[in-house]
Each structure stands twice: as structure tokens, then as C-alpha cells.
Nanobody, 114 residues
Framework: QVQLVESGGGLVQAGGSLRLACAAS???????MGWYRQFPGKERELVAR???????DYVDSVKGRFTISTDNSKNTVYLQMNSLNPEDTAVYFC?????????WGQGTQVTVSS
């Protein structure tokens, strides 16, 4: 069974950067993956993903600031987050961007202070 382990979150000041990592155990198609975030009391939202054509797609609020990428040798998906602002504070998860979800990992907390 595939397991997803997210890491790289933390506390950062507004304007700072973080790089999140999602390490997958088992064989998965990394270009099928996306990054989600969940605000307190809200449902998870998809913020970054690879499209079926191999391009990338982002929710408007993170366009130009976040970048999704993969490292096949490490079976890992990354989310580079720049110019962070307090509205980015959330728990971040990775999972399939379409089709059937894998079991959700524990996520990684990102907190941006003003």
C-alpha cells in the first residue's frame, strides 16, 4: 500500500520561503500528484498539480509564488513556496490530483507570521 509522508513545514515570517517534500513509498506516477492544503475548519483544497498534458496548474492565490516539481530518483514530489503570507498558514498534504486518492499522510504544518 502506498504511504505518503509530507515534511518541510515550519514557522516562517511573511515574505519567506519553504520547500515541502512528499516522499512516497511504493510505485506511483508522480506526475499524477498534487499538493493540497487545509485551513482550520475547512475542507482540503487543491493548490498545485500536474495536468494530464504534463504542465502545472495552480490555484489563483498561489500562482507565481508556488512551484510543484518531482524527483523520480527519490520518488518525491516537492512544493517550493516563495513570498509566503499569513493567508498561506495551513496544513499541507500531497495526494493524487485526479482519480483515486491514496491514504492521506499526516500533512505538514506551515505557519506564516506577519
Amino acid at each position: 500500500q502506498v504511504q505518503l509522508v509530507e515534511s518541510g513545514g515550519g514557522l516562517v515570517q511573511a515574505g519567506g520561503s519553504l520547500r515541502l517534500a512528499c516522499a512516497a513509498s511504493g510505485s506511483i506516477f508522480l506526475r499524477n500528484m498534487g499538493w493540497y492544503r487545509q485551513f482550520p475548519g475547512k475542507e482540503r483544497e487543491l493548490v498545485a498539480r500536474f495536468t494530464v498534458t504534463g504542465n502545472t496548474d495552480y490555484v489563483d492565490s498561489v500562482k507565481g509564488r508556488f512551484t510543484i516539481s518531482t524527483d523520480n530518483s527519490k520518488n518525491t514530489v516537492y512544493l517550493q513556496m516563495n513570498s509566503l503570507n499569513p493567508e498561506d498558514t495551513a496544513v499541507y498534504f500531497c495526494n493524487a490530483a485526479w482519480g483515486t486518492f491514496f491514504p492521506w499522510g499526516q500533512g505538514t504544518q506551515v505557519t506564516v507570521s506577519s
